[in-house]
């Protein structure tokens, strides 16, 4: 069956423009993860939504960031006034539920170049 | 602060060789401890994963050891193979909690 699948794949902008990630999760899986992976930096935790809901947005580096997910399903990750450091891969996982325990599984990432 | 610290940064292993990577958390809420292999342009895959309630978990050729005491987990390939080069991420995760937590990642070449 279908993967998480990322959109676009690369992005490259310049710097102070805003710019939109999207993943398409696993179908019937309820919980969506944001991970960012910087080179030497491992993955670094941002959001996490159970359906519709965020409880857990303590990862976001700054207000410059924020996320949404509609219908249980899509999810974007808005990026604004981008800066150089924030140059990474933008990883979104889904699990089919949320306990511990619950394999997440990853999508390609979304490789972001701020110019 | 670095919750998950992960050794080596890289690592070169001869074919038919052990490879060992290992991991130290200091969080003792962290119950759910999984490893992540990540091929290059792809996102991370569960290789495999341990509760703190077993000392060992053994899947194929790769086996994940779990000291609760000293707070150390290690991932061990076995007869590693040239396909196994990538790079391995360990995690762990807090009781109640799905997120993961992750230690930086160590490169691993197995050399034909």
């Known amino acids: 069956g279908a993967g998480v699948s990322q959109s676009p794949s690369n992005k490259v902008t310049e710097k102070g423009k805003d710019v939109e990630l999207r993943c398409d999760p696993i179908?019937?899986?309820?919980?969506l993860y944001w991970y960012r992976q910087s080179l030497g930096q491992g993955l670094e935790f941002l959001i996490y939504f159970q359906g519709n809901s965020a409880p857990d947005k303590s990862g976001l580096p700054s207000d410059r960031f924020s996320a949404e997910r509609t219908g249980g399903s899509v999810s974007t990750l808005t990026i604004q006034r981008t800066q150089q450091e924030d140059s990474a891969v933008y990883l979104c996982a889904s699990s089919l539920g949320a306990g511990v325990g619950e394999t997440q599984y990853f999508g390609p990432g979304t490789r972001l170049l701020v110019l | 602060q670095q919750q998950v610290k992960q050794s080596p940064q890289s690592l070169i292993v001869q074919k038919g060789g052990i490879s060992i990577i290992n991991c130290a958390y200091e969080n003792t809420a962290f119950d759910y401890f999984p490893w992540y292999q990540q091929f290059p342009g792809k996102g991370p895959a569960l290789l495999i994963a341990i509760r703190p309630d077993v000392s060992e978990k053994k899947e194929g050729r790769f086996t994940i050891s779990f000291n609760k005491s000293a707070k150390q987990f290690s991932l061990h390939i076995m007869d590693s193979q040239p396909g196994d080069s990538a790079t391995y991420f360990c995690a762990a995760s807090m009781r109640g909690y799905s997120t993961l937590t992750f230690g930086k990642g160590t490169m691993l070449l197995v050399s034909p």
């Open positions: 179908s019937g899986h309820t919980a």
